[in-house]
């Protein structure tokens, strides 16, 4: 079946430092793929997607690559402020347009200090 | 324009009572689906349905646990003599097939404690 495997958090950084978050997955066919972010005490907002191979997706200075090859959608951010702390979650939905069932990583708590 | 409302927030029940969650997509989605998300994990998939239809369950325990959402109203999640074990947060999303990019728009949740 599908999964998604994410980098273990928490993840602690400085302001203006660079963001790396790593997720896999394991998927037949050729799946799309999402970042979603979840603030505190609120549901899940999609933060970018990618629905084919070598597709960058992007969405506030965040970036993420399709990359069917390793199987890979690496979510990353050039220079992260205090406003992302979040928790980060990857996941995938079949190819297609009619349905879409989501399978999740676990999710990666990002925490930025002033 | 509403986003997806979930009501009640916050749930709280004893062992055996039964616990009835609701979700109110955005306005034009016909499409419902639930999650849930125990602690320290992931959200799971848990049941996927249309209006007066249920498409996909498979994420659903064969017990105690069953979905509907009806012609008028909101969708319901209804949990059948709670458990400690199904203590989580619960999230519907919902989206609309003209969207064309599998999109869903998540509610904030309604966190069910069982005592």
């Given at each position: 079946g599908n999964s998604v495997t994410q980098m273990e958090g928490p993840v602690t950084l400085s302001e203006e430092a660079f963001l790396t978050i790593n997720c896999t997955y394991t998927a037949t066919g050729y799946p799309s793929l999402f970042w979603y972010?979840?603030?505190?005490?609120?549901?899940?907002?999609?933060l970018l997607k990618a629905t084919k191979a070598d597709d960058k997706g992007s969405n506030k200075g965040f970036e993420a690559t399709y990359r069917k090859e390793t199987t890979s959608f690496h979510l990353e951010k050039g220079s992260v402020q205090v406003s992302d702390s979040a928790v980060y979650f990857c996941a995938l939905a079949r190819g297609g347009t009619s349905y879409g069932k989501l399978t999740f990583g676990q999710g990666t708590?990002?925490?930025?200090?002033p | 324009n509403a986003g997806v409302m979930q009501n009640p927030r916050?749930?709280?029940?004893?062992?055996?009572?039964?616990?009835?969650?609701?979700?109110?997509?955005?306005?034009?989605?016909?499409?419902?689906?639930w999650y849930r998300q125990l602690p320290e994990e992931g959200l799971k998939f848990m049941v996927y349905l249309q209006k007066e239809n249920i498409i996909d369950e498979s994420g659903m325990p064969k017990e105690r646990f069953s979905a509907e959402f009806p012609k008028e109203g909101p969708s319901i999640l209804r949990i059948q003599q709670v458990?400690?074990?199904?203590?989580?947060?619960?999230?519907?999303?919902?989206?609309?097939?003209?969207?064309?990019?599998?999109?869903q728009f998540f509610g904030p949740g309604t966190r069910l404690t069982v005592l």
């Open positions: 972010v979840q603030y505190p005490g609120e549901g899940l907002q999609l708590i990002l925490t930025v200090h | 916050h749930l709280v029940r004893r062992r055996g009572q039964e616990a009835r969650l609701r979700c109110s997509p955005m306005k034009g989605h016909s499409h419902v689906y458990v400690r074990g199904d203590s989580a947060a619960y999230f519907c999303a919902s989206s609309s097939p003209g969207q064309g990019t599998n999109e």
